[in-house]
């Protein structure tokens, strides 16, 4: 296992099952997100590009299943020898690190915002869900030194919860470790035991029973405002970070009151409140203009900088690609077709589904009409036997009917999902 590796995925199997049949829309996928790079994903609508990534942050949603495979997420020091096999993980393990560890940008900003929650409100939810420790403490501090019966009344109470968030972080850190040392144990006693573990840690956070009985109660509930001053504090400062102008305003106006590109922005911010390790960025610029693109892509491209480790950048452009990404999966009808880094991907495509993208790209000098692939994405309910591109492809062998291709490594780093760099070539066109 490679010591720089973040993600990881094997045989990545998702499928949705509708009345009409069994929509495969994984086909045993295999990525590698390396620390600190910029991966790309491209191909056409429907390739499985957004499966892929929610598929990831399991959050794939009915009638879909993840139905097989390994996802391995490397997120920290303590997990990267051999990683974390997030399938096999609780539910509220995946709350804890979605938004934390691993944040994603979702390709419709008017349908990710809530519309009757304002902006602060919003942003101030990854804080208060990830952050609540911190937010407790600094707003003690701040309440240090200051007189008053109703101050020391809001610092005790705090205090409290803070002592029940500090325990139950413990309690997950606990159960964390044990269950990463069963992370490969596959004996009975250790399944079971990896269950019960996985049980107890979806119990719900405490609470004293003071702080419950205040928190019913609309006059003393009024001691959390010291806590809301101190989230808004930093939702406006990570507005401001992000270059959105008279952040106080923006903070209390609601989705439906900002511009496309204002909402994409505060998506971004939504995302990047926890300062997460992996951003997924799922067609972040496909709705804007090319003034409003062109400034979310300098954005994200400046926070993997100072913010975050590693991106996956999902598109349809592959000039796009070409200008921020490190390397690059081609995806067709839920396979993948070629992996390489940018540079060598666009010097030498290998897969004919990957030359045909490629040359459908207008060039800066146009002869004649532009290239385009034949037919079209094949419905996945009954794909195509063998290479799934093979009804498409104008270098088509007997094979490709009936045999899907291995996955060939051709140059370091480079490998390519085809019939045409097997050794077995007895088949020919």
């Given at each position: 296992?490679?010591s720089?590796?973040?993600?990881?995925?094997?045989?990545?199997?998702?499928?949705?099952?509708?009345?009409?049949?069994?929509?495969?829309?994984?086909?045993?996928?295999?990525?590698v997100v390396?620390q600190g790079?910029?991966y790309?994903?491209?191909?056409e609508?429907?390739?499985?590009?957004?499966v892929?990534?929610r598929?990831?942050m399991r959050i794939v949603?009915a009638?879909g299943?993840?139905?097989?495979?390994?996802?391995?997420?490397?997120?920290n020091?303590?997990?990267?020898?051999k990683?974390?096999?997030?399938?096999?993980?609780s539910?509220?393990?995946?709350a804890?690190i979605?938004?934390?560890?691993?944040s994603?940008i979702?390709?419709e900003?008017?349908?990710?915002?809530n519309?009757v929650?304002?902006?602060?409100?919003?942003?101030?939810e990854?804080?208060q869900?990830?952050?609540?420790t911190e937010?407790?403490?600094?707003?003690?501090?701040?309440?240090?030194?200051?007189s008053?019966?109703?101050?020391a009344?809001?610092?005790?109470?705090?205090?409290?919860?803070?002592?029940?968030?500090?325990?139950?972080?413990?309690?997950?850190?606990?159960?964390?470790?044990?269950l990463?040392?069963l992370?490969?144990?596959?004996?009975?006693?250790?399944?079971?035991?990896?269950r019960?573990?996985?049980h107890e840690?979806?119990k719900?956070v405490?609470?004293s029973?003071l702080?419950?009985?205040?928190?019913?109660?609309?006059?003393?509930?009024r001691?959390?405002?010291a806590?809301?001053?101190?989230?808004g504090a930093h939702?406006?400062?990570?507005?401001?970070?992000?270059?959105?102008p008279?952040?106080e305003?923006?903070a209390?106006?609601?989705?439906?009151?900002l511009?496309?590109?204002?909402?994409?922005r505060?998506?971004?911010?939504?995302?990047?409140?926890?300062?997460?390790?992996l951003?997924i960025?799922?067609e972040?610029?496909?709705?804007?203009?090319?003034?409003?693109?062109?400034q979310i892509?300098?954005?994200?491209?400046?926070?993997?900088?100072?913010?975050i480790?590693?991106?996956?950048?999902?598109?349809?452009?592959?000039?796009?690609v070409?200008?921020?990404?490190?390397?690059?999966?081609?995806?067709?009808a839920?396979?993948?077709?070629?992996?390489?880094?940018?540079?060598?991907l666009?010097?030498?495509?290998?897969h004919?589904?990957t030359?045909?993208?490629l040359?459908?790209?207008?060039?800066?000098?146009?002869e004649?009409?532009?290239?385009?692939?034949p037919?079209a994405v094949?419905?996945?309910?009954r794909?195509?036997?063998?290479?799934?591109?093979?009804?498409?492809c104008?270098?088509?062998?007997?094979?490709c009917?009936?045999?899907?291709?291995?996955?060939?490594e051709?140059?370091p780093?480079?490998?390519?999902?085809?019939h045409?760099?097997t050794?077995?070539?007895?088949?020919e066109?």
């Open positions: 296992m490679a720089n590796h973040l993600v990881e995925t094997e045989n990545l199997s998702t499928n949705f099952y509708t009345f009409e049949g069994v929509v495969r829309a994984l086909n045993n996928v295999a990525l390396d790079e910029t790309g994903i491209v191909g609508s429907g390739c499985g590009k957004s892929t990534v598929s990831m949603q009638p299943r993840i139905d097989g495979g390994r996802i391995m997420m490397f997120l020091a303590e997990d990267r020898e990683g974390i096999e997030i399938l096999s993980r539910e509220a393990y995946m804890s979605r938004g934390k560890d691993v994603m979702f390709q900003p008017g349908a990710a915002l519309p929650l304002s902006i602060g409100e919003q942003i101030g990854s804080y869900f990830h952050r609540m937010m407790l403490g600094e707003t003690i501090a701040a309440l240090e030194g200051k008053g019966p109703w101050k009344f809001a610092r005790s109470l705090l205090r409290r919860e803070l002592a029940i968030h500090r325990r139950n972080s413990d309690r997950i850190q606990t159960i964390d470790n044990e990463y040392k992370e490969s144990s596959t004996d009975a006693a250790s399944t079971a035991r990896k019960a573990l996985n840690r979806d719900p405490g609470e029973r702080v419950g009985f205040v928190r019913r109660l609309p006059f003393l509930r001691y959390r405002r806590l809301d001053r101190t989230i939702v406006i400062e990570l507005l401001r970070e992000l270059g959105i008279n952040p305003n923006v209390r106006r609601y989705p439906h009151e511009s496309g590109g204002m909402q994409q505060i998506v971004i911010a939504i995302a990047l409140a926890c300062h997460p390790t951003l960025a799922d972040p610029t496909s709705n804007l203009d090319v003034t409003i693109q062109a892509v300098d954005l994200i491209r400046e926070l993997k900088k100072t913010s480790s590693s991106v996956v950048f999902i598109t349809h452009d592959l000039g796009l070409a200008e921020i990404c490190d390397r690059v999966t081609v995806m067709y839920g396979d993948v077709a070629e992996t390489a880094t940018v540079k060598e666009f010097r030498h495509p290998l004919p589904y030359q045909g993208l040359d459908a790209v207008p060039k800066e000098i146009q004649g009409e532009l290239t385009i692939i037919g094949p419905n996945l309910i794909p195509p036997s063998g290479c799934r591109f093979h009804p498409r104008k270098a088509r062998m007997d094979i009917d009936k045999v899907k291709p291995a996955t060939l051709i140059e780093g480079h490998t390519v999902a085809c045409l760099y050794k077995d070539r007895s088949n066109r």
